[in-house]
């Protein structure tokens, strides 16, 4: 079936930058939403940014300003640019898509960003 795979995790300094990507590959369909999520130790998985097929995006508001989601549908790929990194922002970093036509969510295996002196 679907499989994600997520890259670009890592180790960075407070204020630096990373590039997440998670390639989609099975029947991903054209409609659809991809999104990033992360949970940090002992808290719940939250949102941090989606995009839909047609490049509507929303951001949690903490990363607003800092975070930028974008998708190439060509490769079924979805990134997401994080500059100006906090230590807040240290968690497991997991991108989902969500297919319309079936209801249907995939999730990644996720990857680590820790943002530490």
């Known amino acids: 079936q679907v499989q994600l795979v997520e890259s670009g995790g890592g180790l960075v300094q407070p204020g630096g930058s990373l590039r997440l990507s998670c390639a989609a590959s099975?029947?991903?369909?054209?409609?659809?939403?991809m999104g990033w999520y992360r949970q940090a130790p002992g808290k719940q998985r939250e949102l941090v940014a989606q995009?839909?097929?047609?490049?509507?995006?929303n951001y949690r508001d903490s990363v607003k300003g800092r975070f930028t989601i974008s998708r190439d549908n060509a490769k079924n790929t979805v990134y997401l640019q994080m500059n100006s990194l906090k230590p807040e922002d240290t968690a497991v970093y997991y991108c989902?898509?969500?297919?319309?036509?079936?209801?249907?969510?995939?999730w990644g295996q996720g990857t680590q960003v820790t943002v530490s002196s």
């Open positions: 989902k898509v969500q297919v319309l036509i079936s209801a249907t969510d995939y």
């Open positions: 099975g029947s991903i369909f054209s409609l659809n939403v």
């Open positions: 995009i839909t097929s047609g490049g509507s995006t």
